[in-house]
């Protein structure tokens, strides 16, 4: 037997990356149809009552990844639910959770829950789920 050519890929583990540099830069999206049910019942997934499993969600995930993110600066939207802090009147399929129009940045993943926590009172769950706005807008903020 004649080998004639070989090449060895070296495959990088996610370790690899990090210790390179790379960062990972989360951006979240909160479903605000109505399937998730309303905040006041105890049944909801927006139940506001201690934390609701959005909010474990959020701090689980969240916790985790800002560790690798330099400025733990992230983009938080909603979607599939009415945002009445904008003043709309419209169902919205990717709106900026922080209320700020122009930048829908928070600081940590505490900014996170605060902003979901502080504006939920303030969207009324609708739908239908269209998940493909939020993912428009994560290609528009990476480039």
Known sequence: MIVEHVEIIEKPSFIDYL???????????????ASNGE????????????????EQAILSVGSIL????????????????????FGGNQISHCFNLNGNAMNPDVLGTQGILHAYRTNLPNISLSGP???S???????????
């Open 66 to 85: 800002e560790m690798y993110d330099q400025d733990k600066s992230f983009p938080v939207y909603g979607f599939g639910g009415l945002p009445r802090y």
């Open 129 to 131: 789920t269209y998940f």
């Open 133 to 143: 706005h939020f993912l428009n807008q994560v290609v528009l903020n990476v480039k």
């Open 39 to 54: 905040s006041s019942l105890v049944s909801s997934l927006h139940y506001l009552g201690e934390f609701n499993q959005y």
């Open 19 to 33: 210790r390179s540099g790379w960062q990972i830069n989360l951006h979240v999206a909160i479903d605000f149809t």
